[in-house]
């Protein structure tokens, strides 16, 4: 804390003022609250009258020091009681609010960051309750102005949420309130360490936005859907609330929102949380907020979609252009969360057929949720798959200008120069200023996208399509593995999985074997699987996502060799890796946790290794005896962990057999 100022100094950098600002310190500094409010009314009116001494950073920080911080919460606390209407008290707090405002804004930036400054962050946000609409406006002002400052977002965050209800109670009608919470959320809570206290932090959290959520019934509710998607999207993970009561309410906001003449601004609200929601809470959000009515001309489902398709379809071509504008950002992230939509409803549209397509008796068709006419459902396949071409266009558009030049070029092209009458310089690629392709999230939400209809939609149009994306495939693919230490997390965003996927379904026609061919795609994906393999001899150490895309891999690796008539002999290093395998000793006589994933993974590990030998020529097969027999031996040692009549005993049996003839 400063000391005392020099009062003869102050009078004389105030004398140009009056009353003199010593008179007022001496005010300031009496034990008598009926002189401490005279001095502090004068104080307000100096600083709001003297635009030269709001410059003097010394003076304001002095005279700041002067005011005892327990007189202005005695000032805020007698005007935020109920029923205290007398006009004496509400003066008071509005004269305490207004000061406190005029030093939030005077103040340097370490003088905000003292005690005597956030430590009032409590008592003004109490004082919301009971003040008029004109300095509750004042308070919401000081606290956007305290919260920037680490110190004062730590001190909102930590209030009890019984604190922040006067707040939330008017956020509807003050979106800055929403700003505050955001601040606090992200900024004041980066310090907490132990679990206990980022659950309770969590516990907070969730029930405020129950009462955000209930504050904006009866609104339109943009501000608050754009609130939470952000709230979401940016909270540390352990303080996103785990199964929260309000999801039901707040996707019957989204849906009253996106069906009653949407503005721009609420097409991306809604768009922005319906994603954020989709990706959090993958079980519980769909079906409340695909849920069509009975007997519905048209289902609430097959509108919402048809919303979302067009925004995708009127936005994308246009994109391309707009990457280095200020508002791509926000674009940007309406399009990739539409496009999470639109994966998760591919995902619950595919499920719903297969119910339907299921022999299961006992299944009712009042018991499917998605209640869609068949030919609304053809409509809405054919414009999903329109749109998913237009991405695709849009994809390749964008990495040709990001990365590759032109489609096809080789790799070692790309950092080559022009040599001209001007100098060298580079001429193949262009992209955003700030982030490239292969960092925008955006390019992930749509390669989801295409990779759940590419592998579960049986038409050749847009895997043949698909094929033509294979070289920004496999960049994208390496890039992600560069990125990531042996069983860590990715540095950035992982394309592997999608991709994956996207590979089962391009994989079934002839241009997708021969683009993957063409783009070294044995030789990434099988080095990939095979360093899993490896770490998987210590399976402690193997997180359970590294299993799960080994088998993808393996899966994918499959469908090729199935295409080829013969092995091309730079393929065998597989079975070599393969049979070298050290399967982990299995301690417990038993597999262990998630011991049924990885034993999956192994068995189709081998099952690969197992077509590759039979798929190959007798010359490769005899110099490769001894792989084989090695691979029969790991086949019953998986056998015998597996368990008798096992699937993946079965599996391993005709891996034997087929080794044996």
């Not at 009078?11 to 009496?30: A, C, F, V, Y």
């Not at 003040?131 to 009890?160: H, M, N, R, W, Y």
């Not at 979609?305 to 926000?330: G, H």
Request: with cysteine; proline share 5%.
């Amino acid at each position: 804390m400063s000391k005392d100022p020099d009062v003869s100094t102050l009078h004389m950098q105030g004398s140009n003022h009056d009353p003199s600002i010593e008179k007022i310190q001496q005010l300031l500094k009496t034990k008598d609250d009926t002189s401490r409010f005279v001095g502090l009314a004068l104080l307000k009116s100096v600083l709001d009258n003297s635009p030269e001494l709001q410059n003097e950073k010394d003076v304001i920080v002095s005279l700041w020091n002067s005011i005892p911080p327990k007189f202005l919460d005695r000032l805020l606390r007698s005007g935020s009681q109920p029923g205290s209407e007398q006009e004496n008290a509400r003066d008071m707090l509005d004269l305490a609010v207004a000061v406190i405002h005029t030093f939030a804004v005077l103040l340097p930036d370490d003088a905000r960051q003292d005690t005597r400054l956030v430590g009032r962050i409590p008592r003004l946000a109490k004082a919301v309750l009971h003040s008029s609409k004109e300095t509750a406006q004042v308070i919401i002002e000081t606290l956007l102005t305290l919260v920037t400052v680490p110190g004062g977002a730590k001190v909102f965050a930590d209030l009890e949420v019984d604190d922040w209800t006067p707040l939330v109670e008017i956020a509807p009608e003050n979106s800055h309130v929403l700003t505050i919470f955001i601040w606090a959320w992200e900024k004041g809570t980066s310090d907490l360490k132990d679990q206990t206290t980022k659950d309770e932090m969590r516990d907070k959290i969730d029930k405020a936005i129950q009462s955000f959520v209930s504050s904006f019934i009866g609104t339109d509710a943009t501000s608050l859907l754009e609130f939470i998607s952000h709230v979401l999207r940016n909270l540390d993970e352990d303080l996103i609330p785990r199964s929260p009561k309000w999801l039901g309410s707040l996707t019957k906001l989204i849906r009253n929102l996106s069906t009653n003449r949407p503005t721009p601004a609420s097409r991306s609200a809604y768009t922005n949380c319906a994603g954020a929601l989709l990706l959090l809470y993958p079980e519980s959000t769909p079906q409340m907020l695909f849920l069509d009515e009975e007997n519905s001309e048209k289902p609430f489902s097959y509108l919402f979609i048809n919303l979302i398709l067009v925004d995708l379809r009127a936005t994308l071509p246009s994109l391309l252009e707009k990457l280095n504008d200020p508002e791509y950002p926000r674009i940007s992230q309406r399009l990739a969360s539409a496009l999470d939509i639109l994966t998760a409803f591919i995902g619950q549209l595919i499920a719903w057929m297969e119910e339907l397509d299921s022999d299961n008796a006992d299944t009712k068709s009042t018991d499917l949720w998605l209640k869609m006419p068949p030919d609304l459902v053809l409509k809405l396949s054919k414009s999903i798959a329109e749109t998913l071409s237009v991405t695709m266009e849009y994809l390749r558009d964008r990495w040709d200008a990001s990365v590759a030049g032109a489609q096809g070029l080789h790799p070692e092209a790309r950092t080559g120069n022009a040599h001209t009458a001007s100098g060298s310089h580079k001429t193949l690629a262009w992209d955003a200023k700030d982030d490239g392709a292969a960092t925008d999230a955006f390019v992930l939400s749509a390669i989801r996208a295409l990779a759940l209809w590419l592998r579960d939609d049986d038409g050749d149009a847009l895997r043949k399509e698909g094929a033509g994306l294979m070289d920004m495939f496999m960049e994208l693919y390496q890039n992600s593995t560069s990125s990531s230490p042996p069983g860590g997390a990715v540095d950035g965003l992982d394309f592997r999985l999608p991709i994956l996927a996207a590979l089962e379904g391009v994989l079934r026609t002839t241009n997708g074997i021969e683009a993957f061919n063409a783009h070294e795609g044995w030789r990434i994906l099988s080095a990939d699987m095979l360093g899993i393999l490896t770490r998987s001899s210590a399976p402690a150490s193997l997180p359970q996502a590294e299993v799960i895309r080994g088998t993808r891999v393996a899966l994918v690796l499959q469908i090729v060799v199935e295409s080829e008539t013969s092995t091309p002999e730079d393929w065998m290093g597989v079975v070599t890796a393969v049979a070298a395998y050290d399967v982990p000793v299995d301690k417990g006589g038993h597999a262990a946790k998630d011991g049924e994933a990885l034993l999956d993974f192994q068995a189709n590990a081998l099952q690969l290794a197992t077509s590759l030998l039979v798929n190959a020529n007798p010359g490769a097969r005899r110099r490769y005896v001894h792989s084989a027999a090695a691979v029969q031996g790991i086949a019953r040692q998986l056998a015998d962990r597996a368990g008798m009549n096992s699937v993946t005993a079965r599996e391993m049996e005709d891996v034997i057999a087929a080794l044996a003839t």
